[in-house]
């Protein structure tokens, strides 16, 4: 299942790369994107493993960039 | 110029100004009065250290945070704490000079990194927050809302409510929220926002109107044909906002280049900062190199100029109705040089004409006696025979031979109208006609009266288009049509290839050969209308569908889109490819040579830290400018003559 989710004040495009490198070692990503300049995330995963999934990319996310907000 | 800054940015520019102007009177007395001698004795230093540190706190505050956030998080090499090293060393330096009784002086350095790195931050989120405002407003085309009439009213639902089959009523200056025909009234339409066309069209009963476009004139009425996740409007914003998945070679270079650049300067510099200052002693100039060194480290130019290039290049050809799906097309697209066309509908109009009427006696009689039997068609090529004829009576009874033509019975007349076979089956004399083309024969009573040429004509365009790809490579034409055909329009619009008499599967091979035939440098660009090629469009490196609107197997199977079905956005879609490939090109080029340059220098102390802030700064301010350049408003039509208006 693919999932695109939009990013608020992604304001950094070093950690844009920092979160997809992060989130793509998780396991069950299949793939992952993340745009800085479109301010969007793609995700591409089982989606059993959605939920527990998006828990830790938020929470990637959040580490690098705290003022980014993950927006369904 | 219109500039709407985010309420984050426009306090962020508050700041820098403040700080900015703080800076420069505290710097402008120190250098003419000399603060610290102003004041005089040992501790004279104090004074100056303590406005520069008053600037620097309120200029680096969020800077210093983040890095401490950072460490404690255990992200080491961040720009933030690398600034923070660089400017909070060059302050314990200037101290130790300070107190060490040494003329005080190096507060202003430490306090300019910081400030110059945050204009630099500023300077690019509102470079990139300006070029993402640009695209968004390029793709204003989704609805709000629709107005679905029901039970004899009109009332206004979101477009997502409205259902196949209902009445939708579209005011003059509202957007259209769903596809459908037109049933009632007629209007103009403006399609810039889909196609990049800045003439309106003229739309009437029974025409498609698109969502996306813009009802100008008068009320119309229109029947819905698609739902709204289905319509055309919401096609292209997908397409539009999944564009950031296919990145491009250079983009992810870039990334990848970035995670290990800063990493190695960091290392260089410790070692500058340790290992000369062991052997020589001089601690403090050596420490100051290597502080340089941290300023130059930071690779954000690079990092957002390239994909801000790219964003720019998709947004350029956006206006001019170019769809590309992805920066990593673009970059191909700007190496192509193998273009294989689809004939029909491609480089051909796809609709037929009548080129020739050869009457055995009148021509104004052969063309009435065929369109009186093609009346009830809705071939291509009857509708093309009736056209020319005009209006004429229908009540004829119409027998169809399968794969011949056509039998019609009127006040006694049998009249036959249909290919060679057709009257070679019914004994009529006649000869098989020597031109290109399908050629229509038309007998009366067992009477042969003479035939009708029909043509898939090229387009208008099509020629200066091919000759324009021909410059930089070569074209191949690929149809399903008969030898003769291929080769009269292969003739006709100096294309270098030609392959006739394929069946869709073939021309998946014919790709095949020729994507194994290609050199490693080499992109092979196919251009088709999106229908029967969608296997083609996607074996091939670049696949460009024509005429996207409408054609939803068409945008979904292509890599980029060219809405008006107009060849010329071809060349167009390669030259802004190319200028936007160029810009990153230069943009790299340009900032790793003046870092390393900088790098060295500072590495032999010819430099000081002012250099090295315009090595960041000013590599950045210098690069997204440049990356701006490409969606410019204007330099990307053909050069050709305006036309002159006579007087």
Redesign the interface.
């Known amino acids: 299942m693919k999932k695109v989710f939009k990013m608020q004040d992604l304001d950094c495009a070093m950690c844009a790369e920092k979160m997809r490198a992060r989130i793509a070692k998780l396991d069950g990503v299949q793939f992952v994107s993340v745009d800085f300049m479109s301010q969007r995330m793609t995700i591409e995963a089982e989606e059993k493993d959605f939920d527990a999934l998006m828990d830790e990319i938020k929470r990637i996310c959040k580490k690098i960039e705290p003022d980014c907000k993950i927006v369904c | 110029m219109k500039c709407q800054l985010s309420k984050?940015l426009r306090n962020n520019l508050i700041r820098i100004c403040v700080v900015l102007a703080a800076f420069v009177v505290v710097f402008a007395t120190d250098k003419a009065i000399g603060l610290a001698e102003a004041v005089g004795g040992k501790y004279g230093w104090l004074l100056p250290f303590f406005l520069y540190l008053g600037v620097y706190l309120a200029i680096a505050y969020d800077v210093l945070w983040k890095a401490v956030?950072n460490i404690l998080?255990g992200?080491l090499f961040d720009?933030n704490l690398l600034m923070c090293i660089a400017s909070l060393g060059a302050f314990g330096l200037a101290i130790f000079r300070s107190v060490k009784g040494m003329p005080a002086e190096g507060f202003e350095e430490a306090c300019a990194v910081i400030l110059f790195y945050q204009i630099g931050e500023f300077f690019q989120?509102y470079a990139?927050g300006k070029?993402?405002s640009g695209?968004s407003e390029l793709m204003d085309i989704r609805p709000d809302s629709a107005n679905v009439i029901r039970d004899g009213e009109a009332i206004s639902v979101s477009p997502e409510e409205v259902a196949i089959g209902e009445l939708i009523l579209i005011n003059p200056g509202e957007k259209v929220p769903l596809d459908g025909r037109i049933e009632e009234g007629a209007s103009s339409f403006d399609l810039r926002a889909l196609t990049g066309e800045s003439l309106p069209k003229d739309m009437g009963a029974g025409d498609m109107a698109i969502s996306g476009s813009v009802n100008l004139t008068s009320s119309v009425k229109v029947r819905v044909e698609k739902e709204f996740h289905d319509s055309t409007a919401s096609k292209i914003l997908e397409l539009v906002?999944?564009?950031?998945?296919k990145?491009a070679v250079a983009e992810n270079f870039i990334?990848r280049f970035?995670?290990f650049y800063t990493p190695a300067v960091v290392a260089v510099a410790l070692l500058l900062a340790i290992i000369p200052s062991v052997v020589t002693g001089d601690w403090i100039s050596w420490i100051y190199r290597a502080l340089s060194f941290l300023v130059v480290s930071c690779?954000?130019a690079l990092?957002?100029s390239v994909?801000?290039s790219?964003?720019a290049g998709i947004g350029a050809a956006s206006r001019y109705g170019i769809l590309v799906k992805g920066s990593a097309y673009l970059e191909r697209l700007n190496k192509a040089n193998i273009f294989v066309f689809d004939k029909t509908g491609t480089l051909t109009k796809g609709a037929f004409a009548v080129t020739k009427v050869v009457p055995e006696e009148r021509w104004d009689e052969l063309l009435h006696l065929a369109a009186m039997a093609e009346q009830g068609s809705s071939h291509p090529i009857a509708r093309s025979i009736c056209e020319l004829a005009g209006e004429c009576q229908s009540d004829c009874a119409l027998v169809n031979e399968a794969g011949m033509g056509v039998i019609a019975t009127s006040q006694g007349h049998e009249i036959l109208v249909g290919n060679f076979k057709l009257m070679q089956a019914h004994g009529i004399v006649c000869y098989p006609a020597e031109d290109v083309g399908t050629a229509v024969y038309v007998a009366k009573d067992g009477e042969y009266r003479g035939y009708i040429l029909v043509e898939d004509l090229p387009k208008d365009e099509a020629k200066e288009v091919v000759a324009a790809l021909n410059a930089s490579g070569k074209t191949v034409m690929l149809t399903g049509d008969n030898e003769a055909v291929a080769r009269k329009i292969a003739t006709e619009l100096g294309v270098s290839a030609y392959k006739a008499s394929l069946l869709p599967a073939d021309k998946v091979d014919e790709v095949e050969a020729l994507l194994a035939a290609k050199g490693k440098r080499d992109a092979l660009c196919y251009v088709g209308d999106g229908i029967n090629d969608a296997p083609v469009l996607m074996r091939s490196d670049i696949g460009v569908a024509m005429g996207g609107l409408g054609s939803d197997a068409a945008i979904e199977a292509s890599d980029i889109v060219l809405m008006k079905d107009d060849l010329r956005a071809l060349p167009l879609a390669k030259r802004i490819a190319k200028r936007t490939y160029a810009v990153v090109m230069q943009n790299i080029v340009f900032a790793l040579a003046v870092k390393l340059v900088i790098l060295l220098l500072s590495a032999f102390g010819i430099t000081n830290m002012w250099m090295a802030v315009f090595g960041d700064v000013g590599v950045a301010f210098l690069a997204i400018l440049n990356a701006m350049r490409v969606n410019t408003k204007r330099g990307y039509e053909a050069k050709s003559p305006k036309p002159k208006i006579a007087k």
């Open positions: 984050k956030r998080g992200e720009e989120s990139v070029s993402r695209i906002e999944n564009a950031a998945d990145k990334t970035a995670r690779p954000c990092v957002i994909p801000l790219f964003f």
